[in-house]
């Protein structure tokens, strides 16, 4: 009987409040998987590289469930490669991503998993040839934690799909780290 009774009687209700509010940090970023197609008979180019940036944003809570947009921008450095390692063409490149996003998350504990999906724009810098707009749908999960009342570190997968009206399309997945606060 004791054993019995010292059992909790009902799962302890997650909350997601400690997430309510204005979070604000930044990211490091890296490709884990790119592709770049000209449509020509040369075939598609890897992407690779990596990325810093800053995020700011807004989170509402619900019981266990956390809702909120976000505004990033990072610094890209994510060039052509050959897809078989032969070349980089450290000319040909993404130099910077926009991203507007709404994140659905669930809190457990003092972590926040959420799924991402938005829209992304990127400037890609074509050697010689000029600078274009590649933009498009974005969409991922994401894991955040606290490690303190206000500050949080996580982590966040990431896959663009993007097009630049023609003269190529572009499908990057990238990590990110991200270290924030709230307020």
């Known amino acids: 009987i004791l054993a019995v009774s010292s059992l909790p009687l009902a799962a302890q209700a997650q909350d997601a409040s400690a997430w309510q509010g204005i979070n604000l940090g930044f990211t490091a970023n890296t490709v884990m998987n790119g592709s770049q197609d000209y449509f020509d008979p040369f075939g598609p180019y890897d992407i690779k590289g990596s990325a810093q940036g800053a995020f700011v944003g807004y989170t509402w809570a619900s019981g266990a469930m956390a809702y909120g947009v976000e505004l990033s921008y990072a610094k890209a450095d994510y060039n052509q490669a050959e897809a078989d390692g032969s070349a980089d063409y450290q000319d040909y490149k993404f130099n910077h991503t926009l991203d507007l996003k709404a994140r659905v998350g669930y809190a457990f504990g003092k972590a926040l998993a959420y799924g991402v999906v938005g829209y992304g724009q990127s400037e890609w810098e074509d050697g010689p040839g000029g600078v274009y707009d590649g933009k498009g749908l974005i969409y991922g999960v994401g894991l955040d934690y606290l490690v303190s009342d206000r500050v949080f570190v996580g982590g966040e997968v ?25 307020f």
């Open 158 to 182: 990431l896959r663009r799909t993007m097009d630049s009206d023609g003269l190529f399309v572009a499908n990057v997945t990238t990590l990110s780290l991200r270290v924030g606060m709230k």
